[in-house]
């Protein structure tokens, strides 16, 4: 995901979930003026200050971080203020994230960034070591997704695994688990956590036409840089023949993709 125009065009889906979880969850916390927010995963910046910012009803300073630069520099340029700004930060590799940010924050938010992190006990270590005591979490990621199988049997094509023999980093942890709730439940209370909610669910999100998916794959595809620009059309399409080979249901040109999210709403112990 380094090009974060694409991704603030064609994450629908995305800024759908994550505003019905802030529409959900954010009228029962509890705000104090001049709130500390630490949003993860940042992006390119939009939903931080379009969908979170907008809903916080005291005076606040948001801090949005995310492993990517490239990200962090476009999220800067294009949705800054005096009150919102971006660093560099991985928080899944990060020893001592304090050190950036030694005042702490009252409130952390993530949407859409947890399915991509491999070491989910240290990157939740080090949520919680950057709250203050009581401070609120609320997480949205994917807990499954039939791209991600996607990724596994183009992986094993003879014309395009030669780009993915990593694809593996980019499975989620909880891709085929039988039960994500408990063992996700597991590393909250291991990282200290008290559950207020924590609930995985099947949604949907309906595409208009095939040309509307293969943007919205193509702005999250960690291999498509990999590829000779002449052969990047046809992996797209290979990537959305496959899809829809994968159980996706179609009807009248648009395509209603299926797949299972986390959503939760945790706390720091005082």
Known sequence: MQDALLYATSNEMQK????????????GLKWNPGEKILDIGSGSGDV????LARRI????EIVGVDCSEQMVEFANQSFASHDISFQHLDIEKEENPCHLFPYKFSKAFSFYCLHWVKDL?????????LLIPGGDVVLVFLA????FSMYKILAEDSTWGQYMKDYEKYIPVYQNSSDPKQ???NL????????VLLEVNEHS???????????AVKAINPFINRIPEAEQAIFLMDCLTTLLSLDVPTKNGKIEARYNLMVAHIKKKK
């Open 121 to 129: 006990g240290n990157c939740l270590q080090n949520i919680h070591d």
């Open 16 to 27: 759908r979930d994550a505003g019905a979880a802030l529409a959900a969850i954010i009228p």
């Open 57 to 60: 009803p005291v005076e606040f």
């Open 188 to 195: 909250l209370k291991l990282a200290g956590f008290e559950t």
């Open 144 to 147: 499954s997704n039939p791209i």
């Open 183 to 185: 063992e996700f439940s």
């Open 48 to 51: 931080t200050v379009n969908l």
């Open 205 to 215: 999100f309906t595409y208009e036409n095939k040309n509307q998916l293969i943007r």
